[in-house]
């Protein structure tokens, strides 16, 4: 085949980074399309408030603060109870409020107002932080997956490419990476929600007190939603960017790539930064973000390649197949079916595990439940197996930890696995302590992987998480009654690694075990340094 020299290897990763940063900038005109959806709901609840009760004289704040009457507070209600009805893409304790409110005996004119107001941030921000989760998932793993591809089809060869689980790409947009510590998330729902809420409550009061035109007041309010809108806005480019550099990173790991180049876009807009970074190489164990890494300042374009020599290609040891065999790779080889083979061989490599012996089995008494509970459990089960036995993929349910009733619809899951939906994460951040518990199936047989542990290690609300399997096995842990961890990416990868070492050591040891039930002990002996609880059983 002929050799791609680095000019090549250059423009295709500033191709591959035009391409988030095209997907950026679309979301990025769909973030101001939905502050201005707002923005006109709020000044059309504005102008039909002051045009219902203002007199000729204006609205004071003694006029704003009269009670409603038996018709309004009744008119006022239908429209909370439909809010209520929406309320699985909102955040529950705003759905609490509104629960709250529908069932007073006496609201005045400006808490039905301010109630409506809000509740158009509330659905703002839900959307937005919906929005920016796929946009950010997305950059992380087209960044993976396009350079894996791009990498395998300029050498003509191909070898098994991990799948990314959604467990893991949560774990990776959870993580904060900017100096005060708050991941875009975070950023969303406890910035930018409460600066629109204070700008509507400060500026409604404001108006009222000093007998100002509504109109001055959509005008601030205008003007407050255009700052917040920006901010969201240069969020989406910076975020979309370093998870894109997130992606290449652990791409490049995989590839046990040894060092990499940075590549700037030069021209007129061209950073400083970026123009001294361009061209310099590092060791892949320097890859940090912001420091030796893109983006290195908001919107930058910056990216980075495998350090490659004309002559000898690029630094690094092609990745194998637990079998260590690589394939043919042709050069006309589209995206898509390079990543639907790829996928497909981690899956079938996987899957070779062998079964596990009864003799490995822990059965505990944390996991002996009233026969109400398990009847209710039992149904669950077989509904995912019955699920499973349909498509082949995992399935995911979450139940009352106390009564083992389905609190959610289940989650259907792919061939790249099974994400939680809205509603579940909501749950996850705001129940109570120890009400849930999740339960999905596993295509494969085996025990917990390091991204459910991180789950069930980090929320408290979680009591306990099960895995099932058609082979008849069911697995159980639980964090107990410890206090529930930070973990940080670095910490799962390690946790991952102990996990697999472990497994390891137990084959070396026993010649006779299968790689399920190794994997099963690996992950009993790090539940047992850790204080939780864990078994299996059938």
Known sequence: MAKKNKKYWIKRFEQL???????????????????????????KDIAYWYNRYATTKGMSYTDAKKELTAGELKELQMS???????????DPVWVRQLEAASTRAHLNRLEALELQMQQHVELL????????????????????????????????????????????????LSNPWTADGINFSERIWGKYR?????????????????????????????KNFKVTKNQAGNLVMTESAFFASVGRKDCFNDLDVEEYEIVATLDSATSETCQDMDGKTFPMSDYEIGTTAPPFHNRCRSTT?????????????????????????????????????????????????????????????????????????????????????????????????????????????????????????????????NSLTFIHNHPNGSSFSADDLYIALKYDSIKEIIVINDYGEKYFFSAGNRARMEIGVNQISILDKNILNGMDKILEQNE???RVDAYHLAIKILCDLGGWVYGRKR
């Not at 395998?152 to 689980?165: A, H, I, P």
């Open 125 to 172: 921000t839900s959307k937005l932080a919906q929005g920016s989760y796929d946009t950010m998932s997305k950059a992380y793993t087209d960044s993976f997956y396009q350079s894996m591809y791009e990498i395998q089809k300029g050498f003509n060869v191909g070898f098994t490419v991990r799948s990314l689980d959604v467990q893991s790409i949560d774990k990776i």
């Open 305 to 433: 390649v495998p350090k490659f020599d004309d002559e000898f290609g690029p630094s690094m040891r092609a990745a194998r197949g637990e079998d260590g065999k690589t394939y043919y790779v042709p050069a006309d080889t589209k995206y898509e079916d390079w990543k639907e083979k790829a996928l497909k061989q981690f899956k079938d490599s996987t899957r070779n595990l062998g079964l596990a012996d009864p003799q490995y089995d822990i059965s505990l008494t944390d996991f002996e439940y009233s026969k109400e509970k398990q009847d209710n459990l039992d149904n669950v089960y077989s509904e995912l197996l019955d699920l499973y036995s349909k498509d082949g993929y995992e399935h995911l349910a979450l139940v009352d930890s106390t009564s083992g009733l389905p609190i959610t619809p289940i989650v259907n899951g792919d061939e790249e696995g099974v994400a939680m939906s809205q509603e579940m994460y909501n749950l996850l951040k705001y129940a109570k302590a």
């Open 194 to 222: 409460p600066q629109l809420v204070n700008s509507l409550h400060k500026g409604l009061i404001n108006n009222l007190a000093n007998g100002y035109d509504p109109q001055k007041l959509i005008n601030q309010l205008s």
């Open 17 to 43: 980074e035009e391409a988030v940063q095209s997907d950026a900038e679309t979301y990025k005109d769909e973030v101001e399309d939905l502050f201005q959806e707002a923005l006109t709901s709020v000044e």
């Open 80 to 90: 909370l109870d439909e809010y209520i009805a929406k309320g699985e893409s909102l």
């Open 512 to 514: 006779d075990i299968s």
